[in-house]
């Protein structure tokens, strides 16, 4: 597994790459991470699988080439025993992966692209140095891995539509998120500080624009004046003052909650009554996937990483238009006024997560690829 930053990085890539390595050494699969030293003093938990962490020089401003070349050269001094290479991003870690096959062409190489749209690996390439070198080095590779039908189409956009591609979704631990009993959830509402009648909205995820908490604060004003705002607790690392500021622009004291960076969140959904998520691009997001494990309704916008996980139909989670905070307000609003309802669309998306996106069911289609690969 190469991926540029892991943990005690708290991304989704991160995530998804401890999950799969996780399930694939509890297998009996041989797996290591090959990722960059990261802070130093970061506290690291222990994993059941081997981390080499490379110097790579993060603060530079050539801190992916770097990480590529390191990785290249240590998979072709140190990497003998792994036949598939795994990148995490179709960026510095596909580049590390390419340059290994290049030293030992024995390797085949998997390239997970993450996100879509605007956000996408693609969009985020042209942004950096040697953009068409990059695309052509990138038609080396064996098999890509997407998300989502767009991220498929974004391929062929880009002129890597000759490379075999499968659309594997991310996986979620359904034994760490899961919904609390009753008595479990009155004691995690006393914990955290929450009134055991009062309904309750989690977001959780980066605080960065792409993730619309802008769209969201807004849609909690407009709520306030209506009258029927919920409590909303916002949970993730990132720089929070511009939303702290927002939120206080708006009136919103008492309203909003902003808790940092945490590493209870299964609490924060099992003590939530509904989750929402106001994303402006997605690949597939770990956060609605662990909402819905946790049997949580929710209101995410229409992207396509959303819409593929929540489905269109309405039945395990409701869709609105991105850009449309009174759009999301109502669909709020609907739902806090509505337990029942709340129940019947939480029991769904956690039976619809079960079926698709279990840690277990994505483990073994990534195994089967790996075993199709090495043929």
Known sequence: MLSASFVPTLGGTERQCWLLSEWLAGVGVPVAVLTSAGRKGAARPAAPFPVHRLPSGS???LAGLSYAVAGACWLATRGGRFSVLHAHQALSPALAAILAKRLR?????VVKVACSGDWSDFRLAR???FYRRR?????EVDRFVVLNQ???AELEAVGLGAVPARVIPNGVDVQRFAPAAPAERLALRVRLGLPAGEPVALFVGRLERRKGL???LAAWADLVRRGGAPRLLIAGPGEAGPWIRQAQALGLEGRVEFLGGRTDVADLYRAADLFVFPSRAEGCPNAVLEAMASALPVVATDVAGNREVVGEDGKAGWLVPTEAPAALAEAVGTLVAAPALRRQIGAAGKAAVLDRFAMERVGAQYLSLYEELQG
């Open 214 to 216: 802008d769209l969201l």
């Open 59 to 61: 603060a530079h401003p």
């Open 150 to 152: 767009e991220s498929a």
């Open 135 to 139: 695309i052509a080095l990138l038609r």
């Open 127 to 129: 942004a950096r140095p």
């Open 105 to 109: 062409p024995r390797y085949r190489v």
